[in-house]
């Protein structure tokens, strides 16, 4: 009888064993063979004052074995300046894993900005995602430099006033980067992404709204998905003013800052999430369309699919 008693409080101990360590990394849904680094689009971060811009998917991604890391770049900036940043970035990331690359996934600005360095560095990037990405360029953009040029000393009011924004933000954030909202709107232009898309091709559609491939001539493979319902749910406050700017695109598809054609690099995954611009990066707070997919589930569903692709 003791024996047993022993026999049952051994299988016991197994058995809790097993299930804390199954509680801190459930299983290898998301361990891909290269680490996973996030990058934030225009007037974004990693984490300020206790909010995070990817809110929840850092943590789900590692729960089931991805290595993460979140980086922080100029918060407004020219996408070139923006992407050097990042270089040095995954330099440092790549000596601390010891890993050979990476894996880039960019929000909005953070598209093009990814795009740059798997361009310049292909040999440190495995692969590049665009999550409701700036590949075509932004027609608010296009109207805010419109105003810049042509309306008196509104670049002045616009420069002050984004810096300013963009300042708080980087100090909040520990950022320590010079910003620039003036160089930022207009690389984010459409005519200004066209020249930067015949500098860096790779990856990118032939034409607007097209699929370009998976793999880029530089051996990097190229992913995007985005959303496209500007309105999702009405405890979100950030629906409101990408309800007013989504008026800038006359009825085409969008996510309330960017066209879903403009989202649109390498392997297309879907262009019509029923999510908006921040709902791509489950903010804010999670607030998001009853009848959407979680957003956490997609990032979690693509590291697997980088997961496959690397084996």
Request: proline share 4%.
């Given at each position: 009888?003791?024996?047993?008693?022993?026999?049952?409080?051994?299988?016991?101990?197994?058995?809790?064993?097993?299930?804390?360590?199954?509680?801190?990394?459930?299983?290898?849904?998301?361990?891909?063979?290269?680490?996973?680094?996030?990058?934030?689009?225009?007037?974004?971060?990693?984490?300020?004052?206790?909010?995070?811009?990817?809110?929840?998917?850092?943590?789900?991604?590692?729960?089931?074995?991805?290595?993460?890391?979140?980086?922080?770049?100029?918060?407004?900036?020219?996408?070139?300046?923006?992407?050097?940043?990042?270089?040095r970035q995954v330099e440092d990331i790549l000596a601390i894993s010891g890993a050979e690359k990476v894996n880039l996934i960019g929000h909005s600005h953070g598209s093009p900005t990814i795009r740059y360095v798997a361009s310049v560095y292909p040999d440190m990037v495995a692969s590049a995602t665009g999550v409701g990405g700036v590949n075509w360029g932004a027609r608010l953009a296009d109207v805010l430099q419109g105003a810049v040029e042509d309306v008196p000393f509104s670049g002045d009011l616009i420069g002050f006033l984004g810096n300013a924004l963009a300042g708080l933000i980087d100090l909040f954030s520990g950022g320590g980067h010079e910003q620039d909202i003036l160089a930022a709107l207009k690389a984010l232009t459409t005519e200004e992404t066209l020249a930067f898309n015949q500098r860096y091709p790779e990856g990118m559609p032939s034409e607007y709204c097209g699929e370009g491939p998976r793999e880029g001539s530089n051996g990097v493979s190229y992913f995007s998905w985005s959303g496209a319902k500007p309105l999702t749910n009405f405890l979100d406050p950030s629906d409101v003013l990408l309800g007013a700017t989504s008026i800038v695109f006359l009825g085409e598809k969008n996510d309330g800052l960017v066209s879903s054609c403009s989202s649109h690099l390498g392997m297309v995954i879907r262009d019509d999430y029923r999510m908006n611009h921040l709902d791509e990066v489950n903010q804010v707070l999670g607030l998001r369309d009853l009848f959407s997919t979680d957003p956490v589930?997609?990032?979690?569903?693509?590291?697997?699919?980088?997961?496959n692709y690397q084996f």
């Amino acid at each position: 009888m003791k024996t047993s008693n022993k026999a049952l409080k051994a299988l016991l101990g197994i058995l809790l064993f097993a299930w804390l360590a199954g509680a801190t990394h459930a299983d290898d849904y998301t361990e891909t063979r290269y680490p996973i680094v996030l990058v934030h689009g225009l007037f974004g971060f990693d984490t300020a004052v206790g909010v995070d811009y990817w809110y929840r998917i850092p943590e789900e991604l590692r729960r089931s074995g991805a290595e993460v890391y979140v980086a922080q770049v100029a918060a407004a900036q020219d996408t070139e300046v923006r992407g050097e940043q990042l270089a040095r970035q995954v330099e440092d990331i790549l000596a601390i894993s010891g890993a050979e690359k990476v894996n880039l996934i960019g929000h909005s600005h953070g598209s093009p900005t990814i795009r740059y360095v798997a361009s310049v560095y292909p040999d440190m990037v495995a692969s590049a995602t665009g999550v409701g990405g700036v590949n075509w360029g932004a027609r608010l953009a296009d109207v805010l430099q419109g105003a810049v040029e042509d309306v008196p000393f509104s670049g002045d009011l616009i420069g002050f006033l984004g810096n300013a924004l963009a300042g708080l933000i980087d100090l909040f954030s520990g950022g320590g980067h010079e910003q620039d909202i003036l160089a930022a709107l207009k690389a984010l232009t459409t005519e200004e992404t066209l020249a930067f898309n015949q500098r860096y091709p790779e990856g990118m559609p032939s034409e607007y709204c097209g699929e370009g491939p998976r793999e880029g001539s530089n051996g990097v493979s190229y992913f995007s998905w985005s959303g496209a319902k500007p309105l999702t749910n009405f405890l979100d406050p950030s629906d409101v003013l990408l309800g007013a700017t989504s008026i800038v695109f006359l009825g085409e598809k969008n996510d309330g800052l960017v066209s879903s054609c403009s989202s649109h690099l390498g392997m297309v995954i879907r262009d019509d999430y029923r999510m908006n611009h921040l709902d791509e990066v489950n903010q804010v707070l999670g607030l998001r369309d009853l009848f959407s997919t979680d957003p956490v589930t997609l990032y979690r569903q693509h590291a697997n699919r980088l997961r496959n692709y690397q084996f």
